[in-house]
T-cell receptor, first 111, second 115 residues
Framework: DAKTTQPNSMESNEEEPVHLPCNHSTISGTDYIHWYRQLPSQGPEYVIH???SNVNNRMASLAIAEDRKSSTLILHRATLRDAAVYYC????????????FGQGTRLTINP | DTEVTQTPKHLVMGMTNKKSLKCEQH?????MYWYKQKAKKPPELMFVYSYEKLSINESVPSRFSPECPNSSLLNLHLHALQPEDSALYLC??????????????FGQGTRLTVV
């Protein structure tokens, strides 16, 4: 499984944008980049995923580098509810049946 | 309904007990998963069921026995567990057994304590 590298922790302020980086230098051409987050005492929650182009949804934006060796999850206006562990995961080759979670980034939001 | 429901939410069991964890989804998903999560660690995959057949067993000890009676239901039977098996057990489902371009939905988990 291709590996991702994320900072252990990050801190931001409420109502400010947050940029969560992820490095995946060994990504293959068929790997999708997925982001999940896990709020305290809850199961993981899907955030967004993409292959090559930048992606937006109601929760966040995903910016993917042109060489696909890194990506950034963007929370446009953080709220206290966004405090969670954020996981960047590569899907694996087509037909991959599992999500392999790395250590993730623990995001703290200050009021 | 986009929920994966796990019961019970909490379970305390002795090392000689037999218990079962239950997971249910009504989204028509054909793949279901069990993950184990120790405190302050990421979830680790245990089993994958695809179309009600076991497709991945990540070398899990036989004291954990999964069962998928139908496409909506996934059980995890527990027997002769050890204290180190205490963890949060997470169930997930996805539309198909391929997670390349689709999302997985997770339940809230069962917090298991083995005494």
């Amino acid at each position: 499984d291709a590996k991702t590298t994320q900072p252990n922790s990050m801190e931001s302020n409420e109502e400010e944008p947050v940029h969560l980086p992820c490095n995946h230098s060994t990504i293959s051409g068929t790997d999708y980049i997925h982001w999940y987050r896990q709020l305290p005492s809850q199961g993981p929650e899907y955030v967004i995923h993409g292959l090559t182009s930048n992606v937006n949804n109601r929760m966040a934006s995903l910016a993917i580098a042109e060489d696909r060796k890194s990506s950034t999850l963007i929370l446009h206006r953080a709220t206290l509810r966004d405090a969670a562990v954020y996981y960047c995961i590569l899907s694996g080759s087509w037909g991959a049946q599992k999500l392999v979670f790395g250590q993730g980034t623990r995001l703290t939001i200050n009021p | 309904d986009t929920e994966v429901t796990q019961t019970p939410k909490h379970l305390v069991m002795g090392m000689t007990n037999k218990k079962s964890l239950k997971c249910e989804q009504h989204m028509g998903h054909r793949a279901m998963y069990w993950y184990k999560q120790k405190a302050k660690k990421p979830p680790e995959l245990m089993f994958v069921y695809s179309y009600e057949k076991l497709s991945i067993n990540e070398s899990v000890p036989s004291r954990f026995s999964p069962e998928c009676p139908n496409s909506s239901l996934l059980n995890l039977h527990l027997h002769a567990l050890q204290p180190e098996d205490s963890a949060l057990y997470l169930c997930a489902s996805s539309q198909e057994g391929r997670l390349t371009n689709t999302e997985a939905f997770f339940g809230q988990g069962t917090r298991l304590t083995v005494v």
